[in-house]
């Protein structure tokens, strides 16, 4: 029997994906991180990106999260996020519409606070697209 981990991906709107997995790739805050099965302890905050949990079977589950936190076992990896989505539930035009929107407010150069928060929106659209762009390209 192949060596797994057990995944689960959670968001303040509940469970989004629990299961087994031989590999599990996430966009930690200081870089990517893949974590196979007997992964050394880890407790790391995460950025906005895209989670893919390969199964053991060789299928791959792909998931944005907008950020949160990120605690690995040797045998458990729990994705506690700010917000996540299955990735087939990703809706382009809005992603590019959000992403727009982002880069005129920037472009206005209101207050500092309203700076930050579109800052954030386009880093939050920046990683959907992204995303969007990889399951384009293994569907080709």
Do not use: C
């Amino acid at each position: 029997m192949a060596h797994t981990i057990n995944v689960d991906i959670v968001s303040a709107e509940g469970e989004i994906y629990s299961g087994q997995a031989a590999m599990v790739f996430v966009p930690a805050a200081q870089g990517d991180i893949g974590i196979a099965p007997r992964h050394a302890p880890l407790l790391t905050t995460l950025r906005p990106g895209e989670v893919r949990v390969q199964t053991p079977d060789g299928e791959e589950h792909g998931f944005y999260v907008g950020g949160g936190a990120l605690e690995i076992q040797p045998q458990r990896v729990t994705v506690l996020a700010d917000t996540a989505l299955r990735a087939r539930d990703l809706d382009e035009a809005a992603v590019l519409a959000a992403k727009q929107r982002a880069e005129e407010a920037l472009r206005e150069k209101g207050d500092e606070i309203s700076l930050a928060e579109a800052q954030a929106e386009l880093v939050r659209a920046v990683a959907q697209v992204k995303m969007l762009e990889r399951i384009r390209k293994l569907r080709q």
